[in-house]
């Protein structure tokens, strides 16, 4: 709005040029700064989308898997301490003024705007090896883009069956209570062996059923004598599953999303293809 002339870099890089010479972009600019501006992408959302994710999944393991115990008190000091050292480390014995820390974190953190005087500090690309690169990508992807899709749409299919099998299951299942009367030890060859609940039931006929549950970790989620709900087949009580809710789509979840994400880069590859043909 200045009338000035601004140029600002893409703050996602990759090894394959995400944009064509000439193609028109959205850039949002900060109306009382116009030096602060982003360019608007679909990757960043995509790696959003990524590390939310990744972070769902890390607080669901952590939910499944976390007991209040001395084992875990003693963990979480000791990680909690190595936390302290690592941010007394960085610590700085002179703290940044508001100012250098903005200065800071726009640097670090915000695209980088240039303006017209300072255009000759961008690292222009040579032409010659943006074009070296794309032809690079076309041949890899006349093979990465089928193969990426056949995947993700197999892993979508699996996820679609385990939720069929699922609801399958839970249609004829009838809920008891169980208790855990013993742990089974499950060799990994590692040495990191893991543990399973062995839980016993009674169902609505008063016979009395065993099994063994699939989740096993390291130390036990479960406990000798601990009370659990339980979900049994009505026909066959002897098909019987600990109750988790929602986690009992946990194989839905896992085969669905990984099939999702290869599909989306599938996608990727597949439009940075057609954006790599236009350009040649």
Not at 39 to 48: D, K, P, T
Not at 228 to 250: F, K, S
Request: aromatic letters at 12%.
């Amino acid at each position: 709005r200045d009338g000035r002339k601004y140029y600002v870099e893409g703050s996602v890089s990759s090894s394959v040029p995400l944009h064509a010479l000439g193609q028109e972009v959205t850039v949002l600019i900060n109306p009382r700064d116009p030096e602060r501006a982003v360019l608007q992408s679909g990757v960043s959302y995509a790696l959003g989308f990524a590390l939310a994710i990744m972070g769902l999944a890390g607080i669901g393991a952590f939910w499944m898997t976390f007991r209040f115990n001395i084992f875990s008190l003693v963990m979480a000091a000791v990680i909690l301490a190595g936390l302290g050292m690592k941010i007394k480390g960085a610590w700085r014995q002179q703290p940044l003024s508001l100012e250098a820390w903005n200065a800071y974190k726009k640097a670090t953190l915000s695209a980088r705007v240039f303006t017209e005087d300072a255009r000759d500090q961008i690292s222009w690309a040579e032409a010659l090896r943006v074009r070296s690169a794309v032809e690079a990508h076309l041949k890899a992807s006349r093979f990465a883009v089928p193969v990426l899709f056949l995947i993700g749409f197999g892993l979508l299919f699996l996820g679609y069956h385990f939720y069929g099998k699922t609801e399958k299951f839970l249609q004829s299942a009838d809920l008891a209570t169980g208790t855990v009367v013993d742990l089974s030890r499950r060799d990994s060859g590692d040495g990191n062996d893991t543990y399973s609940a062995v839980v016993e039931y009674r169902d609505a006929r008063g016979g009395n059923f065993k099994f063994v549950d699939p989740f096993s970790s390291s130390p036990p989620y479960y406990y000798a004598g601990q009370e659990v709900h339980v979900l049994y087949n009505r026909e066959d009580p002897n098909q019987a599953q600990i109750d988790r809710g929602l986690v009992n789509y946990w194989l839905t979840a896992l085969f669905s999303a990984m099939g999702s994400l290869l599909v989306l880069m599938g996608l990727h590859s597949a439009r940075k293809r057609r954006i790599g043909i236009q350009k040649t």
